[in-house]
T-cell receptor, first 112, second 113 residues
Framework: QKEVEQNSGPLSVPEGAIASLNCTYSDRGSQSFFWYRQYSGKSPELIMFIYSNGDKEDGRFTAQLNKASQYVSLLIRDSQPSDSATYLCAVKVSNTGNQFYFGTGTSLTVIP | ETGVTQSPTHLIKTRGQQVTLRCSSQSGHNTVSWYQQALGQGPQFIFQYYREEENGRGNFPPRFSGLQFPNYSSELNVNALELDDSALYLC????????????FGPGTRLTVT
């Protein structure tokens, strides 16, 4: 069973705060992990990907991966109102060829 | 902008009809994946094409079929439309059969009445 679980939210944070988005996955064969941002009515936009345990930083975004706990997170520092969107976690499992599994997304609202 | 284009933007069909959706990949990308995203849900993988061959399929019935052309553009065909087929259909292009980093097109909103 290949499931990706996210808290659907909504998550609200004040402008300038750190937003923390979490994702768990069930398949230990999961190999690659992705965070997408999706604005209402738009298509998903790739923010970050991570393959190895630990942290990966890109500007205001930090992805954290813990394969032992089957947990991946996204931190958004200095949150801006423009960060208000749904954040999708996606997982690629090595033994399923090329299928990506998406969570249902977490809705984030940054309050000015 | 990802360079991935899809057409049409919106489409309304009647139950039982057939529909063809189109996707042009980002320049240099030879892999395209199709997803169905119902309202409030994450994208669900339909199938992937790599160099004109199907390279993986999700849990969708055979009435969902596809093609990839030599220029790496792609089509998604859905026969015998059902009301539950109403969704946003997304294509994503990537380089290489493994399709590590995918970039989505703007999507086609299909409504079945």
């Amino acid at each position: 069973q290949k499931e990706v679980e996210q808290n659907s939210g909504p998550l609200s944070v004040p402008e300038g705060a750190i937003a923390s988005l979490n994702c768990t996955y069930s398949d230990r064969g999961s190999q690659s992990f992705f965070w997408y941002r999706q604005y209402s009515g738009k298509s998903p936009e790739l923010i970050m990907f991570i393959y190895s345990n630990g942290d990966k930083e890109d500007g205001r975004f930090t992805a954290q991966l813990n394969k032992a706990s089957q947990y991946v997170s996204l931190l958004i520092r200095d949150s801006q109102p423009s960060d208000s969107a749904t954040y999708l976690c996606a997982v690629k499992v090595s033994n399923t060829g090329n299928q990506f599994y998406f969570g249902t997304g977490t809705s984030l609202t940054v309050i000015p | 902008e990802t360079g991935v284009t899809q057409s049409p933007t919106h489409l309304i069909k009647t139950r039982g009809q057939q529909v063809t959706l189109r996707c042009s990949s980002q320049s240099g990308h030879n892999t395209v994946s199709w997803y169905q995203q119902a309202l409030g849900q994450g994208p669900q993988f339909i199938f992937q094409y790599y160099r004109e061959e199907e390279n993986g399929r999700g849990n969708f019935p055979p009435r969902f079929s596809g093609l990839q052309f030599p220029n790496y553009s792609s089509e998604l065909n859905v026969n015998a439309l059902e009301l539950d087929d109403s969704a946003l259909y997304l294509c994503a292009s990537s380089l290489g059969g493994a399709g590590i980093e995918q970039y989505f097109g703007p999507g086609t909103r299909l409504t079945v009445t």
